[in-house]
């Protein structure tokens, strides 16, 4: 299968790198909040092509018990990123002024499948 060129649209990815708990920001008496602080590396874009929005599974790619909402088709011969990737659809980065901030991410990829011609990424929307 050979994607077409007209058909890919831009998304950004971001590998995982950690999790940390919060603190309260007391730097002499610093308490856990209870809240957790995931970090990701700096997005990068990609292209793709995008499905038609769904929530059923695919049994050919991903097998039958697969929730996600849309599938990235990319013609790379390895997926660059795993399935904790954040994903974003639209760019990632707010500049407001002089500073510079990161969205939260908008999906993650739940499933890769690498298939002969192909790589199909099924992701998921963060709620």
Not at 80 to 91: C, G, M, R, T, V
Not at 96 to 115: F, Q, V
């Amino acid at each position: 299968m050979r994607l077409l060129e007209r058909d890919k649209q831009p998304f950004w990815y971001a590998n995982y790198v950690s999790r940390s708990m919060l603190t309260n920001g007391d730097t002499s008496n610093p308490m856990y909040t209870g809240e957790r602080s995931t970090t990701y590396e700096t997005p990068t874009r990609a292209r793709g092509t995008f499905s038609e929005p769904t929530g059923a599974a695919t049994p050919r790619e991903f097998g039958t018990f697969i929730d996600y909402d849309y599938v990235i088709h990319m013609d790379y011969t390895s997926c660059p990123f795993d399935e904790n990737a954040a994903i974003w659809l639209s760019d990632p980065v707010v500049t407001s002024g002089n500073t510079t901030t990161i969205k939260d991410p908008e999906y993650r990829a739940t499933k890769i499948a690498e298939l002969r011609t192909h790589i199909a990424v099924a992701i998921r929307e963060l709620r």
